[in-house]
């Protein structure tokens, strides 16, 4: 299973425990992060990882609930200073980003273009279409495909229209040369999740890696 969005986890968490295995070790692209800003950015730019102090803008609320919780503190561990906070500190969601643009007086039409920090400001396009149903899963496939290839995946792959759109719950078979036909699923909308998650526990499922968003579209 997927682990990037905290509302599916927390659900995992709640109501299969027998399954939190299943689940991907890698933390959200938030947590990771924050964790980088407070280990690998301060040190690339000499400042104190207890003075910087991360924001997150997510469309999720639940990216609150992520960011507060007690595992989530990476950097502290990695440097040892209990003076360092949270990897992430705050996270704001889309909405009230902008409200405070439009509380501040802010014509974002009057702004000059500008581009991104040269430092961690590289982005993939895998990485933007992260937060869309089927998102995650063609990124991974896209990405699985060339570490065990070594080769650009074909153009089926980087458009993988069976895991894309609406419906509640999607399938594919991707096959990779020297492993062979990958079965994916990708469900988003928790009340997709119950039947798809009683055939995983009662051994019926045929996929290998699923993707699961608690949001309807991501």
């Known amino acids: 299973f997927t682990s990037c969005c905290p509302g599916w986890v927390k659900y995992v968490e709640y109501f299969y ?13 938030q947590q990771m992060a924050g964790a980088l800003y407070k280990t690998y950015y301060a040190a690339k730019t000499g400042l104190d990882p207890a003075q910087i102090f991360s924001v997150s ?3 999720c609320t639940a990216k609150k609930f992520e960011c507060s919780r007690p595992e989530m503190v990476s950097a502290r561990e990695e440097e040892g200073d209990p003076a360092i906070g949270a990897d992430v500190d705050v996270v704001l969601t889309t909405r009230e980003l902008a409200r405070f ?7 974002f039409t009057a702004l ?3 581009g991104y920090d040269k430092l961690l400001g590289e982005f993939s396009g895998a990485g933007a279409i992260f937060g869309a149903t089927g998102g995650v899963m063609e990124a991974a496939v896209r990405s699985a495909y060339y570490l065990i290839t070594g080769e650009n995946p074909p153009a089926a792959l980087l458009n993988l229209q069976p895991v894309r759109g609406l419906d509640g719950v999607k399938d594919a078979a991707v096959n990779i040369p020297g492993v062979g036909d990958v079965r994916v699923a990708v469900v988003h909308g928790l009340g997709n999740v119950g039947g798809l998650m009683e055939r995983v526990r009662a051994g019926d499922a045929p996929w290998h890696f699923i993707e699961i968003m608690a949001c309807p579209g991501g």
Not at 17 to 22: A, E, T, V
Not at 101 to 107: E, P, T, V
């Open 17 to 29: 425990p027998d399954l939190i295995p299943n689940l991907s070790s890698a933390k959200s692209p």
């Open 57 to 59: 803008i997510m469309p």
């Open 101 to 107: 643009i439009k509380s501040a007086g802010i014509d």
């Open 112 to 114: 000059p273009d500008d």
